[in-house]
């Protein structure tokens, strides 16, 4: 057993108190600067306590930037990606640990490579799918000949064609694969015992009902810890919904929605109200980990059993 000295705690609870203040201090200026008027934010040095004009500037910002509607798409979203990622990266996992082919190892560390791979990196070939979500199977009837083939026979040209812009489909489907949810499936697919895998194979279970039965509940708290990871990441998605739509009255996010509060004009920011907006936009997310803390780090720190 280690022994903790004194200068150990010091610098232990010092490193913690360090964290906390990175965290808190700039959620605490938005704070104080959305329950400010225009005047009181713009003074110098700022006044770091708040005010009373937090209503006021939450409902400026509400009307303003039109935030209802963008809060809807951004929770359709989230959901979807959050949903469709736990889905694909359980079964992806399952497949991985559980079926006996001689390229699961290759498939598992072609996957585990795109972690390498951010959605900035990826962001033109990805725009490209998503114009056509059909152009590989195109490129692949071209390459083969099939395309000048039926072309010669028929004088038919086949042309494929799925274009996801400005769709939820399309703000959706790209963000669904998730390198990081597949693997920390497998880590926890792998301890499963072969005595319960013998069991459930004697009790007549197949690999879908031993998927859903048995796999799925023991995997709750992890699913419940990626579910919570993967709303805040897609609730906070900014780069692909600006680039995927230009609908933006019908299928913008709220975080998108939060530049037009800044004009782009020459005139004064209303630094008040935007951080009102700020503090809207931060919530869902922030409730979303708060209900699911508990279930977050158990999922995080314990194994079910």
């Known amino acids: 057993m280690i022994e903790r000295s004194p200068l150990f705690n010091f610098v232990t ?60 798409n951004s929770f359709i979203v989230a959901i979807g990606v959050t949903a469709g990622k736990i889905l694909l990266a359980s079964i992806s996992a399952f497949a991985i640990v559980f079926f006996d082919f001689k390229a699961r190892m290759v498939c598992f560390w072609l996957i585990f490579i795109t972690l390498m791979l951010p959605l900035e990196v990826r962001i033109v070939p990805t725009y490209a799918i998503a114009a056509n979500a059909l152009l590989p199977f195109q490129v692949v009837l071209d390459t083969l000949g099939i395309t000048g083939l039926v072309q010669a026979v028929s004088s038919v040209r086949i042309g494929l064609e799925w274009n996801l812009l400005n769709s939820y489909t399309g703000l959706i489907l790209p963000l669904v694969a ?27 279970a197949g690999p879908v009902r031993f998927f859903f039965d048995v796999l799925l509940p023991l995997s709750r708290t992890n699913m419940l810890a990626l579910a919570t990871i993967m709303f805040v990441s897609s609730w906070n998605q900014y780069l692909w919904p600006l680039l995927i739509t230009t609908d933006r009255t019908h299928y913008g996010t709220v975080v998108m929605q939060l530049k037009a509060l800044i004009p782009t004009q020459n005139g004064t920011p209303d630094w008040n109200v935007t951080m009102a907006g700020a503090l809207i936009i931060m919530l869902p997310p922030l409730l979303v980990v708060a209900l699911m803390q508990r279930w977050f780090v158990r999922g995080l720190i314990t194994r079910d059993k």
């Open 178 to 204: 998730t390198a990081t949810g597949t693997f920390l499936y497998r880590q926890f697919f792998m301890t499963i015992p072969d005595e319960l895998i013998e069991a459930s194979k004697m009790d007549g």
């Open 13 to 72: 609870y010092a490193a913690m108190i360090l964290g906390l203040l990175v965290v808190l201090v700039p959620f605490w200026i938005v704070i104080v600067a959305g329950s400010q008027s225009l005047q009181e934010v713009s003074r110098v040095p700022i006044v770091l306590w708040p005010s009373s004009h937090l209503w006021e500037n939450i409902q400026s910002a509400w009307l303003r930037a039109d935030l209802g509607p963008k809060l809807i």
